[in-house]
């Protein structure tokens, strides 16, 4: 049989990569679940279904922006505001952020990309008092980010899918960082529209309820971080002891 060609044999390198960039919910902690069924609860209140192309226009924006997304979607104008919307959900988020957990590949990939010396940070659209609330157990992975930009950092002006929170976190990192060397993970379509919009790769890792049109910006999709190839965007391969 003859020899594979080259170039089929030698796994070619997506992006010039040096720098990364997380997100947080969805992404490296399981928190999307627990707005899902707060709002769910809420929306049942008003006899009307919460769905998966609502949670799409919501999931990752700043809290007040996606507030204000579910009063007009649902037709909830003169009955909920969103700040109101906002107070309801706040006392059962608060009980259920605490509880959650790590997402599957997230360590190993934390892990290895930290032993690879490849600076890496956190955008969340989460603003501080969550932050703190969905980290409080969680210490050691984010001891591992160089910096984390949150939702009410002043220099985010619009929440995603403006680039202001990839730029900002951008800018953060030692030295002057070209946004094409930056490879953003995002779970919403928001994050990644907010990640194009500012001149980076991105990876996708979707709920796969999430319709299939609105991964198509995305510049890798997976189903998990446990399929994502470190050695496919120039990073050092996994040691089979990490596996
Ligand atoms: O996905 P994140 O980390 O930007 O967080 C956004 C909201 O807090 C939840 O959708
Ligand atoms: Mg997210």
New binding site residues.
């Given amino acids: 049989m003859a020899n594979p060609p080259l170039a089929a044999a030698i796994p070619r390198i997506r992006a010039p990569i040096t720098h990364v960039i997380f997100?947080?919910?969805?992404?490296l902690l399981d928190?999307?679940p627990f707005?899902t069924v707060v709002q769910e609860k809420i929306l049942a209140r008003f006899g009307k279904t919460f769905d998966w192309s609502l949670k799409a226009k919501?999931?990752?924006?700043k809290?007040i922006e996606?507030a204000r997304i579910f009063v007009q979607e649902c037709g909830l104008e003169g009955v909920l505001t969103p700040e109101g919307f906002l107070e309801e959900r706040e006392a059962m988020l608060q009980d259920l952020f605490p509880t959650c957990q790590i997402l599957p590949g997230v360590k190993r990939l934390v892990n290895h990309l930290h032993t690879s010396k490849i600076p890496m940070c956190v955008?969340?659209?989460?603003h501080k008092r969550?932050f703190a609330l969905k980290t409080q157990n969680h210490g050691e992975l984010f001891a591992m980010m160089h910096h984390v930009v949150m939702?009410d950092d002043p220099e985010v002006k619009n929440g995603?899918p403006s680039p202001d929170i990839f730029l900002a976190a951008a800018k953060r990192f030692e030295g002057t960082v070209e946004p094409s060397k930056i490879l953003v993970f995002e779970?919403?379509p928001t994050?990644v529209a907010a990640a194009k919009n500012a001149g980076m790769s991105v990876v996708m890792v979707p709920d796969a309820r999430l319709d299939l049109s609105l991964q198509d910006e995305a510049d890798q999709v997976l189903s998990s971080l446990l399929d994502f190839n470190p050695a496919e965007w120039g990073f050092p391969p996994f040691a089979s002891s990490e596996e």
């Avoid at 997100?23 to 992404?27: A, C, N, Q, V």
């Avoid at 955008?123 to 989460?126: E, P, Q």
């Fill in positions: 997100d947080m919910d969805g992404l928190t999307e707005y919501m999931m990752g924006r809290a996606s955008a969340t659209g989460s969550h939702g995603k779970d919403a994050g």
